[in-house]
């Protein structure tokens, strides 16, 4: 009590965090908690953007817990970066946006993922009550169970939507789900302005965009280590793509690219960095599961099959399945050029992290990445599925060097100002401050 009225009299004041707070506060006032909900088992760019809002939070002023819908490699990145974590197996996602759209063909699907909001809404409800916390931050708009969840229960709702919300027949469906997310949310977070616009237009709305922590995205890195690992030449060029290998990714463009590019350009290495999805078929089940949705749904099973078969005996060594990897910074500072030829338009953290790095970029033309990719200045923009447009653009940028350098140094004066983590999460901490008032 004596250090509190000294601390009192003097009015000294601390910087904890991204705020200037007075001692006294900061021994008196309790932690607000945050618990955040997170959309997927699996690993992935929402994934890596929660970790960097957690890392940069205010420890001081807030407590925060992880909710994840089952075990998988989120909950053991989580766990092992000393984050506190839970699994709920009750919280589910609707796929409403474009890369999950269940057209009529996955009826089934639909209904059970309809049938999913209630049952993920209950859980949420339960998880509300028992964890009490000061509000709830959804990690994707794919959790429309869960903001009705915290709703019933009270709770005020923060709801980062990180998906292109799909249009439907009519753009019905898009402007019941902008609905529902106004309704249910005391704030919303979008990703890009394009995203914005696709949500309903109210003082809840916000942009934010994805960050980058320069801190370690550092164009800096020494890419030696990377270039050893795969006994890369000096003379070898390097072309990446970041992320799942799956068709809205674009991974069988960016081979077809690679193979059409190799026939006259024999000094460029390519690399697919990311989840390997792949359709079980271990089982007797599972075969017959994998042979009735390789026939009915061809575009996506069976896709890392097709990709590999265009991967012939000359060019394994030169196109290159890398499969996952959490060193993606040593890995960009080896390489020369980032490609991002997504077939649906969906987020894209590779582009702002190739940004941070000082890498040029070769991305699909989708509204969203005009506000990523300066055309020309920054890297280039492709037509979206071709792959002849592809090429073309790997190959434009990896034979002017000097070209690729300037649009590396303009993609990182870009990147620190629209990605930059510390500038970012101030804004984030804005919306946390007014939900709690």
């Not at 955040?36 to 760019?45: E, F, K, Q, T, V």
């Not at 394009?194 to 942009?207: C, G, M, Q, Y």
């Not at 040593?330 to 969906?346: C, E, K, N, W, Y």
Request: proline share 3%; aromatic share 10%.
């Amino acid at each position: 009590m004596q250090r509190k009225e000294m601390m009192a009299r003097s009015g000294k004041t601390t910087k904890v965090g991204y705020y200037s707070t007075s001692l006294e506060d900061k021994y008196t006032k309790p932690k607000r908690k945050i618990l955040y909900i997170h959309p997927i088992s699996g690993s992935g760019g929402a994934l890596s953007a929660l970790i960097r809002i957690l890392n940069k939070l205010d420890k001081t002023r807030f407590c925060m817990k992880v909710i994840c819908p089952g075990p998988g490699s989120s909950y053991d990145l989580l766990i092992n970066q000393g984050f506190n974590v839970a699994i709920e197996r009750g919280i589910k996602t609707f796929h409403h946006h474009v890369c999950g759209w269940r057209s009529l063909r996955f009826i089934h699907k639909m209904v059970i993922e309809f049938v999913g909001i209630f049952v993920s809404a209950f859980f949420t409800y339960r998880l509300a009550i028992r964890e009490r916390p000061d509000f709830i931050h959804l990690g994707s708009g794919a959790l429309l169970g869960s903001a009705l969840g915290a709703k019933i229960a009270g709770v005020p709702v923060v709801w980062h939507i990180r998906e292109h919300l799909a249009d439907g027949y009519f753009g019905i469906r898009k402007r019941i789900i902008a609905n529902y997310i106004d309704f249910l949310s005391d704030k919303v977070i979008a990703i890009r302005e394009s995203e914005a616009r696709r949500l309903k237009k109210t003082k809840k709305l916000r942009v934010i965009y994805d960050c980058v922590d320069f801190d370690e995205f550092d164009r800096k890195i020494n890419g030696d280590a990377f270039r050893k690992e795969f006994k890369l030449n000096e003379e070898d060029r390097c072309v990446a793509t970041f992320g799942a290998v799956t068709h809205y990714k674009g991974s069988l463009q960016f081979v077809q690219a690679a193979t059409s590019i190799l026939k006259s350009h024999n000094n460029i290495r390519f690399f697919l960095f990311g989840p390997i999805r792949r359709p079980s078929k271990g089982t007797f089940l599972g075969k017959i599961k994998f042979t009735v949705g390789q026939f009915l749904y061809k575009k996506y099973y069976g896709y890392v099959d097709r990709i590999e078969e265009l991967i012939s005996e000359d060019n394994k060594n030169k196109i290159l399945i890398a499969g996952n990897r959490h060193d993606v910074p040593r890995i960009m500072a080896g390489i020369d050029l980032v490609v991002f030829p997504s077939t649906l338009p969906h987020s894209a953290l590779p582009i702002m992290e190739a940004g941070a790095m000082a890498k040029p970029v070769v991305a699909s033309k989708w509204g969203e990445h005009d506000e990523l990719v300066l055309n020309g200045i920054t890297g280039l923009l492709v037509t979206p599925g071709n792959s002849e447009d592809l090429a073309k653009a790997i190959v434009e940028i990896v034979d002017s060097p000097e070209r690729a350098r300037k649009m590396g140094e303009e993609g990182y004066k870009r990147a620190k100002k629209l990605f930059n983590a510390d500038k970012n999460i101030v804004d984030l901490m804005r919306i946390y401050d007014e939900i709690l008032g």
